[in-house]
């Protein structure tokens, strides 16, 4: 497919091979979006998996300075990030809730982390660990309303509530939260949500019948947060939307939820060339050109985040016009077809946008690979230099 539209927008370093653009002041605009949504409902900053591929540290504290007060990571090791990083218990709460057995517990109460608990291992595992250090935890007990990923299920929670309860007596631990998380939040009508929603409010209204007072009580995700208000009880957790991706195409594009693509990853030709009809291009020759042309190489591979899946289907912009990837992406490039055109080496190659001048976008590329936006910049890697623009100086 070759689409001619508007002059292309990338722009990229000098000298460098590629770069992932982090929009700052997108970020600050979506979550001023989210608070919009939520209203009294606190917001949750999630920056796990270095923040979706946008860099944890500069989004945490451009969240901050933004008024964002909790942050959450899924594994211990990224919440200390933050802190290490000096964004301290007085800027943000963090918590992070993907714990195993041995975790760095002792590190984390001493950093001020809250930590979720689904289970009386890990209960066990951190009240050692208060009683090691001398500083007492503030934990979140994690209800399984039906993922059935994390989370206490309900025969197992009178259990777990009465435990906590128990250290919470002793001053080992304060229950601060009351959570869960949604299984297909995204599919507006799925009978899962309901269900959802009621298994929530039982786990809480046991847990408060049994003497726990919530600082606050959190289901919501990004889908939620957009979609069903009657979730965000007092916190909401919103990754995906505050990178400025849809989490349900399906219902709105971004822009219909006011919110705007944060990450924008653009590469530079390495070389133009002009090929016979017939030639084969890139490993297992899986694309040959139909006839003489020119094929532009675009040095970022499966290395770099960009999916294997991509080979034969993912779409660029180039000199403003929509290519595909011609066979196979490799370790570290991928071919276009440039179809007889002659743009310069060094030339920027923008794989995908906030889609305002045409461009690919984030969505485009999830589609094209049989997966979501989610996946395709979470997995940008450490070899693609982040540039940030638009921060506010925090
Ligand atoms: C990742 C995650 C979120 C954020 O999900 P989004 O759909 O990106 O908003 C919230 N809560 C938990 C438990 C998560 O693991």
Redesign the pocket.
Known sequence: MTTANTTGTATLTDGVRAEATIDLAALRGNLAALRERTGASAL?A?V??DA?GHGAVRCAREAVAAGVNWL?T?TPEEALALRAAGIGPEQARVLC??WTPGGPWQQVLRAGIDVSVSALWALAELVRAVRETGVPGRVHLKADTGLGR?GCQPRDWPELVAAALRAQAEGLIEVVGL?S?FAA??EPGHPSIQAQLDGFAAALGYAEQAGVRPEVRHLA???A?LLLPQSHYDLC???????GLS?VPEVGAPADFGLRPVMSLTARLALVKTVPGGHGVSYGHHYVTPGETTLGLVPVGYADGIPRHASGSGPVQVAGKWRTIAGRVAMDQFVVDLGGDTPEVGEPVLLFGPGGNGEPTAEDWGRACGTLS?EIVTRIGARVPRRYVGGSGA
């Open positions: 949750m999630v796990k998996a979706y959450g899924a809730w993907l994390n959570w998380h939040a995204d995700n990004s889908p947060t957790r919103t990754g995906l939307a505050m990178y989490p989610y």
